[in-house]
């Protein structure tokens, strides 16, 4: 084994959409943005219904229909998931206590 080989990470954490208008075609796209610029697969699932979606498509975020009040569970999983993390923080109200 690679003593210098990265080690792929998950992150996961439940909270809602910070925008106020909910998971709509402009924070779709942002959080798509901000995905594409990470090696990480982020998966965002809405609970309620089993729905998920991949971060890095806005089609897919838009399919879930989430409102600014509805929870989803945000799961960040690769080698640089604490900064792919980090930069998607903003977008989410984390039920942590995190904001």
């Known amino acids: 084994m690679d003593e210098d080989a990265p080690i792929e990470v998950t992150l996961q954490a439940e909270g809602c959409v910070r925008d106020?208008?909910?998971?709509?075609?402009?924070?779709?796209?942002?959080?798509s943005r901000?995905?594409?610029?990470?090696?990480?697969?982020?998966?965002?699932?809405r609970p309620d219904n089993h729905r998920s979606a991949d971060g890095k498509s806005p089609l897919a975020l838009l399919t879930?229909?989430?409102?600014?009040?509805?929870?989803?569970?945000?799961?960040?999983?690769?080698?640089?998931?604490?900064?792919?993390?980090?930069?998607?923080?903003?977008?989410?109200?984390?039920?942590t206590g995190e904001s």
């Open 20 to 31: 106020p208008n909910g998971l709509h075609l402009k924070v779709a796209s942002d959080i």
């Open 64 to 95: 879930l229909g989430a409102s600014a009040r509805q929870v989803l569970s945000i799961q960040v999983r690769g080698v640089d998931a604490a900064q792919t993390w980090e930069a998607l923080k903003p977008f989410f109200l984390l039920q």
């Open 34 to 45: 901000v995905c594409h610029g990470f090696a990480s697969l982020v998966t965002i699932t």
